[in-house]
């Protein structure tokens, strides 16, 4: 079983930065990959960005440009920095894991941006 727990979201002006993270617990396969969505209010959940567990990165049109995907190995830690933030990226962001042929999400954490 792995445990998704995501923090860092909050109330951020249009312009400016935050860095989502999401630290994995449990019994993990050697590869995996680990992703942020998110989800706007009557919207579709969408992929942002995922990162394997061998650093190689892939972003979506909606994490393109301004938002950067990382791990910290030695802290079974996933972060996205998000910078330049605009209104429509309001949305609950949530982490995801894949492995050994299952996937398992966090809660989610609310990011709200104020224009």
């Known amino acids: 079983q792995v445990q998704l727990v995501e923090s860092g979201g909050g109330l951020v002006q249009a312009g400016g930065s935050l860095r989502l993270s999401c630290t994995v617990s449990?019994?993990?396969?050697?590869?995996?990959?680990t992703g942020w969505y998110r989800q706007a209010p009557g919207k579709q959940r969408e992929l942002v960005a995922t990162v394997t567990s061998g650093g190689i990165t892939n972003y979506a049109d909606s994490g393109e440009g301004r938002f950067t995907i990382s791990r910290d190995n030695a802290k079974n830690t996933v972060y996205l920095q998000m910078n330049s933030l605009k209104p429509e990226d309001t949305a609950v962001y949530y982490c995801?894991?894949?492995?050994?042929?299952?996937?398992?999400w966090g809660q989610g954490t609310q990011v709200t941006v104020s224009s």
């Open positions: 449990g019994s993990m396969p050697r590869f995996n990959i």
């Open positions: 995801k894991f894949w492995g050994s042929g299952r996937d398992y």
